[in-house]
């Protein structure tokens, strides 16, 4: 995730001389959406490791996003991850057609990955170092932490990481929490796939290792969500909002 840069003085100057424009009607606030109790506390501050984890703005919540048991089909076993980047959304299998649902942010190595594979290992308040190509192409931004950044609330990890091997090989493919709460059921530029602080701790804590991953192409995207027969439901993306990628960054 790109830290946000402000604009250079140069470009604030000329914005000071230029004429203002006429003042718009005021509006009126946005209302946060109307939550269940359930999803409030699901989502209020909470202690972890000697960390304080702020609540999630209410206005970035609705029932639809917040975590939940919903109906699923699969022949994949109980304690099973499925991954549907497209749908922006991450299941873990329970029994008799059920899943404890998550909505999720995916960036471009979400994308890049598809297929099986499993979680040998998960790491509370992980450290992250950017990758080659970050340094490279922003060496300013990147350059000051190519060593690595440690553990904490501003760490682009979150609170949690799970880590996802095929064989013995390390995918680069991140199950993790995040530091932005607005990125959660967007498509985003750089990432894998991320969860509220509040819902990485709470999917750790259900994870073993050797925990099975499924990750659904796009034209598998939707399954489980429909009984077997039925046919998939619309893929919820734009192309823009999905561009071609190559695979996981090394």
């Known amino acids: 995730m790109n830290p946000i840069r402000f604009a ?7 914005a ?3 004429p203002e424009p006429p003042s718009p009607a005021p509006q009126p606030a946005p209302q946060a959406p109307q939550l269940s109790a359930r999803v409030k506390a699901i989502y209020s501050q909470m202690e972890d490791d000697g960390r304080t984890i702020p609540a999630v703005d209410p206005k970035l919540l609705s029932e639809e996003k917040a975590r939940q048991e919903v109906d699923y089909w699969t022949d994949e076993p109980p304690g099973t991850i499925v991954v549907d ?3 922006r959304k991450l299941y873990l299998v329970q029994k008799n057609n059920r899943a404890l649902r ?3 942010a995916v960036g471009e190595d979400g994308r890049g990955f598809s297929g099986e594979g499993h979680i040998p290992y998960q790491r509370d308040w992980p450290s992250w170092t950017p990758t080659r190509s970050m340094i490279k192409e922003d060496p300013e931004l990147y350059g000051p932490v190519k060593d690595g950044l440690e553990g904490g609330l501003d760490n682009p990890l979150g609170a949690r990481a799970l880590y996802l091997h095929r064989g013995n090989k390390d995918t680069l493919y991140r199950i993790h929490g995040t530091m932005d709460d607005s990125s959660i059921g967007k498509a985003t530029s750089a ?3 991320r969860l509220f602080n509040q819902d990485i701790i709470d999917l750790a804590d259900r994870v073993r290792s050797g925990t099975h991953v499924v990750v659904l192409t796009r034209a598998e995207s939707g399954k489980g969500t429909v009984p077997p027969g039925q046919p998939l439901p619309p893929v919820p993306y734009t192309p823009k909002d999905f561009p071609q990628t190559t ?3 090394t």
Not at 8 to 14: C, E, N, Q, S, Y
């Open 85 to 87: 980047p497209w749908a």
């Open 16 to 18: 000071a001389c230029a």
């Open 191 to 193: 990432g894998c796939i």
């Open 102 to 104: 998550y909505t999720v």
């Open 247 to 249: 695979g996981d960054d």
């Open 8 to 14: 250079p003085l140069a470009l604030i100057a000329l």
